[in-house]
């Protein structure tokens, strides 16, 4: 919407749109096929059977109205690059953005690629996922998804008042480091996966690095 509206430099909100659309695209292709036919997300249906038939009131705000407002404030670069009209020329910020979410993107549907590959082999059930990204980061496809969007930040660099919307990939990282990403599902991983523990003391929580050696 904002690139049907905006009267910003078309280069660059063509630029920004795309780099944007690729991100999602990819990450609803991977949702679809990893979701569809296995019925509603369970953290949904845990808050449906809390609230009963507050359900609908409570998800408005915690789920449709929390999302929506955060959505508004992490795509403030993707709206800032679009509608701005000056600098009318490329710059060094657009190149180093747009590199960061291509490989942001290659990153997160690399690791999704790996461990769906994982979770498809009978072999690996009960087991935990440490090949391939999953061998340097415990959440390489996090990683890819906050480094995409770091990515989006620097390509609004340029334009007037870009700075400010760095808060927006900031944010991202934030709520995928501290809120509903790692902390959620290390919770659940070291209940349900006995050797996760020494999956934890040798490999990196988020930024891939190699593996420490066991004391």
Same mark, same amino acid.
């Given at each position: 919407m904002a690139f049907v509206l905006g /009267? !910003? @430099?078309?280069?660059?909100?063509?630029? &920004? /749109?795309?780099?944007?659309?690729? @991100? !999602? %695209?990819?990450? &609803?292709?991977?949702? *679809?096929r990893r979701n569809l036919g296995h019925g509603e997300d369970p953290r949904y249906a845990a808050m449906r059977s809390r609230h009963g038939e507050r359900f609908g009131r409570v998800s408005l705000v915690s $789920?449709?109205?929390?999302? !929506?407002?955060?959505?508004? $404030?992490?795509? %403030?670069?993707?709206?800032? *690059?679009?509608? *701005?009209s000056q600098p009318a020329a490329w710059t060094a910020w657009d190149g180093i953005g747009?590199?960061?979410v291509l490989a942001g993107v290659a990153c997160e549907a690399t690791a999704d690629w790996q461990l769906a590959r994982f979770k498809a082999d009978p072999a690996s059930r009960g087991q935990v996922m440490d090949r391939g990204l999953w061998r340097y980061?415990?959440?390489?496809?996090?990683?890819?998804? /906050?480094? &995409? @969007? @770091?990515?989006?930040?620097? $390509? *609004?660099?340029p334009v007037a008042g870009g700075s400010f919307t760095l808060l927006a990939p900031a944010l991202m990282t934030f709520l995928l480091l501290r809120v509903s990403g790692v902390p959620f599902l290390e919770r659940g991983l070291a209940r349900r996966r006995p050797g996760y523990a020494?999956?934890? &003391?040798?490999?990196?929580a988020f930024v891939p690095w190699f593996p420490r050696r066991p004391r």
């Open positions: /009267a !910003g @430099w078309r280069p660059r909100a063509l630029l &920004a /749109a795309c780099l944007v659309s690729l @991100w !999602g %695209l990819r990450l &609803a292709g991977h949702l *679809a $789920v449709f109205g929390l999302q !929506g407002a955060l959505q508004w $404030v992490i795509s %403030l670069p993707v709206q800032l *690059a679009i509608q *701005a747009a590199l960061l980061s415990r959440h390489p496809n996090y990683f890819g998804d /906050a480094l &995409a @969007w @770091w990515g989006l930040g620097i $390509v *609004a660099l020494e999956y934890v &003391a040798r490999t990196a």
